[in-house]
């Protein structure tokens, strides 16, 4: 298996751009999560999916932030309008409850990066 | 809520002794535990989980962890440490065989030549 898939692994953008961040997780698994890390601020959920459903938006930071799952295999992450503090490396990660093993998956981040 | 503690931001060892990274949860109910593992400029990744059973649990690269309800622990333990054994290593949790993990803030462990 390939593994948690992220695209693009590094982002430079300005502020005030869209930004767009992919994840395809690993076939078979069945809830999706999104996290920022910072230095700052650590790890943080962002939300997560079960079966391409939104369950838990509540760590979302504001309205700029949206997230979307139309499939099983696909999700993305917009910002719109960036700001520099959205500057962190986000990760998706991806687990299997249904098959009894719980632990997440992680993919290798993407960088982003707001001037 | 459950919340996950990680009593130490930073552990220097020097390599070839042995290292215990602390945690501690709390929850009042069953709980599904794990450790992981970031490596610089990379993703998590998992050392080893306690789900049930024995409370001993071996992980990847020679790390160990134990579960300990009483105490609410679940301290990660490797006997000899590489300089590749560098990285940062979270503590997480399950509470309720959720889908949702909490992590700890993480513990910076920095290998002494």
């Known amino acids: 298996d390939a593994g948690v898939i992220q695209s693009p692994r590094h982002e430079v953008t300005e502020m005030g751009q869209e930004v767009t961040l992919r994840c395809k997780p690993i076939?078979?698994?069945?809830?999706l999560f999104w996290y920022r890390q910072t230095m700052m601020r650590g790890l943080e959920l962002l939300i997560y999916?079960?079966?391409?459903?939104?369950?838990?938006d509540s760590g979302m930071p504001e309205d700029r932030f949206s997230a979307k799952m139309p499939n099983a295999s696909f999700s993305t992450l917009k910002i719109q309008p960036s700001e520099p503090r959205d500057s962190a490396v986000y990760f998706c990660?991806?687990?299997?409850?249904?098959?009894?093993?719980?632990?997440?998956?992680f993919g290798p981040g993407t960088r982003l990066t707001v001037t | 809520a459950q919340s996950v503690t990680q009593l130490d931001s930073q552990v220097p060892v020097f390599e070839e002794a042995p290292v215990e990274l602390r945690c501690n949860y709390s929850s009042s109910v069953s709980v599904y535990l794990f450790w992981y593992v970031q490596y610089p400029n990379q993703g998590l990744q998992l050392l080893l989980k306690?789900?049930?059973?024995?409370?001993l649990v071996k992980g990847i690269n020679g790390f160990e962890a134990e579960f300990n309800k009483s105490q609410t622990s679940f301290h990660l333990r490797k006997p000899s440490v590489h300089i590749s054994d560098t990285a940062e290593y979270f503590c997480?949790?399950?509470?309720?065989?959720?889908?949702?993990?909490?992590f700890g803030k993480g513990t910076r462990l920095h290998i002494l030549p």
């Open positions: 990660a991806s687990s299997s409850v249904a098959s009894g093993r719980y632990e997440q998956y």
């Open positions: 306690y789900l049930s059973g024995s409370t």
């Open positions: 076939s078979g698994h069945n809830s």
């Open positions: 999916f079960n079966n391409n459903v939104p369950i838990d």
């Open positions: 997480a949790v399950s509470v309720n065989r959720d889908d949702k993990i909490i």
